[in-house]
């Protein structure tokens, strides 16, 4: 199996293994699959109330049915399971120590280390359990593996895990690291590459899988680095052009390629603000900037269009308009593609099925309103949370970014993104969700640190 892979698997199954120590888990599999349950999956391990559940799927077509000695590896692995939990819900500090780092890099800590964290968590030398978690977060595991599970899904439309390393990964990798206000990752002109062969192409990916097929420590800010997407070794664009991840190979080729850039808007606000455009169905905005691709009488029927398209449309039409100059262009194979960027020149998909309502909105440049600034998204989202005086409108994707990052969305989005990751599930009670809002004021009193936010999450859910 391919390093990749491997850590990937062994993320996945450190996942499964929620609150009682991931290699409780990995010892249950290697157990099953020692008898011959390999045609099996394990694919829910969850507590409630010291409660244990194990849900299983199986290939019948191979097996037939679960033999008993795989009964007998569940059973075991069930025991060891709820022995675990025993343990660890009243957890001392060593047993924190090595939770922190479960969740944290997804691999064992040495004893060397482990004595380092427990020291910590102990007050040696005035430090305490956050330096815990900040040793935990020197494992190369941390960042190759925990934190790019958590944004992979983010680069592609089916939000499928398993992608190689790529442009937007390595730049939310890299922030994370370098302890950077993140609200960078959606307007500035910023992106993460490594020093290795070959260098950066805004034609194909090879840069960063070279990168991660060689294992290299992206711990080490040498092997990762920022640079300007305005380089002429990246991707050459007007700095003005640039917005973090938005204008990153990766994202463009998810979200910018064919349709009609709505896509880039929605994904984007259902990554960084953890809303779909469903949630923000707002019909009580004027509809006077949706495109003519839109149908008014769906069906025939105006109470349709009225009723529910006008609710996303209304706000997310005069949204997407930011990105009114950019196109994926590619021939043949849209992976061997790149982005284009036209000033001045709106791209042809805005005037797509221009005949389906000629009388809606024609776009004439890359001018953005935010219509949800008022109605029920202004509660929702907590526009300009920082109370910066930000406008609530602009032209181009680097202003609408710097207008999303600086949501309250935005920064509970990505405390629950680091909870949901480290803790190893949803938020279950108050205690949660007030420590989500304890965590998500950490985050913006400390210029969005979001390194920050993985080491309060760690210590939260480190047992006591």
């Not at 929620?18 to 008898?35: T, V």
């Not at 003519?292 to 109470?303: A, E, H, K, L, M």
Request: aromatic share 10%; hydrophobic share 40%.
């Amino acid at each position: 199996m391919a390093s990749r892979e491997l850590l990937q698997y062994s993320n996945v199954t450190r996942r499964l293994s929620l609150c009682f120590g991931g290699y409780f888990y990995l010892h249950g599999i290697y157990l099953m699959k020692a008898l011959g349950c390999g045609a099996y999956n394990l694919i829910a391990l969850r507590t409630f109330n010291n409660e244990v559940t194990i849900a299983m799927k199986g290939n019948r077509g191979i097996h037939g049915r679960i033999g008993s000695s795989c009964w007998i590896a569940l059973l075991c692995l069930l025991f060891v399971t709820c022995l675990s939990f025993s343990l660890q819900s009243n957890a001392g500090s060593r047993e924190q120590a090595r939770r922190i780092h479960d969740r944290l890099a997804g691999v064992p800590p040495s004893d060397a280390v482990l004595q380092q964290m427990e020291d910590a968590i102990n007050g040696v030398g005035g430090q305490t359990i956050l330096d815990a978690a900040d040793i935990a977060m020197n494992n190369p595991a941390f960042y190759a593996v925990t934190l790019k599970n958590i944004v992979a899904p983010w680069t592609n439309r089916d939000q499928d895990i398993f992608v190689p390393l790529n442009d937007y990964i390595a730049t939310y990798i890299g922030l994370v690291r370098d302890q950077s206000d993140f609200r960078r990752i959606l307007y500035d002109d910023v992106i993460y590459v490594g020093n290795n062969a070959p260098a950066y192409s805004n034609s194909n990916n090879g840069h960063y899988e070279a990168l991660e097929n060689s294992n290299t420590n992206l711990a080490v800010p040498a092997n990762l680095f920022a640079l300007a997407q305005s380089d002429p070794a990246a991707s050459g664009l007007n700095t003005n052009a640039t917005a973090g991840v938005m204008t990153s190979r990766a994202g463009a080729r998810a979200f910018f390629a064919d349709g009609t850039n709505r896509a880039m808007l929605r994904y984007t606000v259902l990554n960084h603000l953890c809303y779909d455009m469903e949630q923000l169905k707002d019909t009580t905005r004027p509809a006077d900037r949706i495109r003519q691709d839109i149908s008014r009488t769906p069906g025939g029927d105006s109470r349709l269009f009225m009723n529910n398209c006008v609710g996303c449309h209304a706000g997310m039409d005069p949204l997407a308009q930011a990105y009114a100059y950019y196109q994926w262009d590619y021939s043949g194979d849209p992976d061997t593609g790149n982005l284009r960027y036209t000033p001045g020149t709106v791209e042809a998909k805005y005037f797509i099925n221009a005949t389906t309502f000629p009388h809606g909105f024609v776009t004439p440049d890359d001018r953005w309103d935010n219509f949800w600034r008022e109605g029920i998204n202004k509660e929702l989202v907590k526009w300009d949370t920082n109370n910066s005086g930000l406008q609530s409108g602009g032209y181009g994707p680097k202003s609408l970014g710097i207008e999303l990052a600086n949501s309250e969305a935005f920064a509970r989005c990505h405390v629950s993104h680091a909870f949901k990751a480290v803790c190893l599930r949803e938020p279950a009670d108050n205690a949660d969700v007030n420590e989500i809002s304890r965590i998500t004021g950490v985050f913006k009193s400390n210029n969005y640190n979001l390194k920050r936010v993985f080491a309060e999450t760690a210590s939260y859910c480190a047992g006591n």
